[in-house]
Structure formats: C-alpha cells, structure tokens
C-alpha cells in the first residue's frame, strides 16, 4: 500500500542482487540453526564471498550444530532514520576442510571481532535470497488507507 504522503512504498522486495549488494556492506548478522527440536540464533561477524555467506567459528554450539543440521537461515539488516533493509538467506552450511577450501576463504581476510581463537570456516551456500526495503514514517489513519 502507498504512503499518500511520501508518494513511496512503505515496503519493497528487493532483487537478488540488491540484496548481496546490502550484504556486502554490512559485516554483522544472525546464524539460526535448528538442532533436537530447538531453534538457536547466535551473531556472526562474516563476510560475502561470491555470492556465499562466510564466517569463522570457534569449537561449541555453533560449529556442531551447523554439522548436525547443515539447513539454516542466515539474517542481515541495517537502518539509518529514514530507511532500513533486511536480507534473509536460506541455505547449507559447510565446515571448510581441504586445503583449496581454506586457502581461498583465508583471502577473505576475515577476522575475528573478539578476542578468540577461531580456527574453523562455515560457509553458507544459499538455496534463496530474500531482502526487504522498509521506508520509515508515521502510521497512516484507518480511514486513508480505504480511500
């Protein structure tokens, strides 16, 4: 529904290549994984690399539970006062073993945020890419939006 006052969309899907566009420029998001009948959602720093979601983990819950249920979500965002943004990638997430695979994310040059080690690389390939564009501004009355 149209905002008379804006003249703009409150809501716009956005295209698969906006949405790793939005992606790429923001270095923060959420893991959901699933693992015995319990939904778990933990922040990762990461970064997008051809068009796959990259991130590095520590031993613990993230890495065994992307081993044991490799289905997951993936959510990104960010805003500013007038606007904000939401990317969803569906995908598999893969533990990163051979040399190849190691070597190409190591040129991603991702670092860890805190202070520990974390030796393994996840990567998320994505089944679906999904991204919404929010513009911000007041609620519009009952009786506009039946005009």
């Excluded at 923001?26 to 319990?38: D, H, M, N």
């Amino acid at each position: 529904m149209m905002n008379k006052e804006s003249g703009c969309e409150p809501v716009t899907i956005l295209s698969v290549s906006e949405s790793w566009d939005l992606l790429g420029s923001v270095a923060l998001g959420r893991l959901v994984t699933s693992v015995e009948g319990q939904t778990e959602i933990f922040p990762v720093n990461f970064v997008v690399q051809r068009r796959t979601i990259l991130f590095r983990t520590a031993e613990g819950t993230k890495l065994v539970s992307t081993a044991i249920n490799n289905n997951v979500l993936f959510e990104a965002d960010d805003h500013n006062a007038a606007e904000g943004w939401s990317v969803i990638v569906k995908g598999t997430a893969r533990t990163l073993h051979t040399d190849e695979e190691l070597k190409d994310a190591q040129r991603a040059q991702l670092l860890p945020w805190t202070a520990t080690l974390k030796q393994h690389y996840v990567r998320i390939l994505p089944t679906s890419v999904t991204g919404r564009r929010f513009r911000f501004g007041p609620e519009p009355s009952p009786e506009s939006t039946f005009a």
